[in-house]
C-alpha cells in the first residue's frame, strides 16, 4: 500500500509538509522547481546542505533573477544548481528526497502560494513512484546548463 499525504493552500500546510521532507533527507535531495522564493524552504535547503545532504536544484532560467528568488544566494553557498537553457519554462514543481520521498503538484515554493494561492502538493513515500521522478529529473540534470552567479 502506498503511503500518501495530501495537503492545500493558501496556509501553511503545503510549505510544512515540504520543509519536513527536506529536514527528513538524509542523503540526496533533487529538487526540480520553477522558482524558488520563500525564504523559510531556502533556509531548510541551506540545512540541509550543510549538515551533508547532497542538494541538486533545477529551475527555470527566466525566473533565476527575479526579485526575491533565492537561486542566487543557494548557488553562492554552494548548492549546485542548473537552469533550463530553454526559450520555453521549466514548470515543474518536484523533489525526491533520499530517492524515497517524492513531493509534487501545483504548489510554488513561494510566499504567495502559503499566503494567497489555490494550490496543492501530494507527498508519496514510495521507492517506485520516486524512481520515476528521479528519471525524469536526472533527463533535465543532464540538459540544463550550470547556473553561475554573474
Known sequence: MMDFRIEFSPGPACKHCIMSAIREAKN???ICVFTISDDS???VILEAFERGVE???????????DEGSDIIELSENGVLVRIDDSENHMHHKFMVADDRITITGSYNWTRSAERYNQENIV?????EFSRQFNQEFE???ASAKEFTVL
Not at 507527498?123 to 521507492?127: F, P, T
Open 41 to 43: 524552504i531556502s533556509d
Open 123 to 127: 507527498r508519496v513515500n514510495d521507492v
Open 55 to 65: 542538494v541538486r536544484i533545477i529551475t527555470d532560467n527566466y525566473k533565476v533573477y
Open 28 to 30: 540526496t535531495l533533487n
Open 139 to 141: 533527463k533535465l540534470w
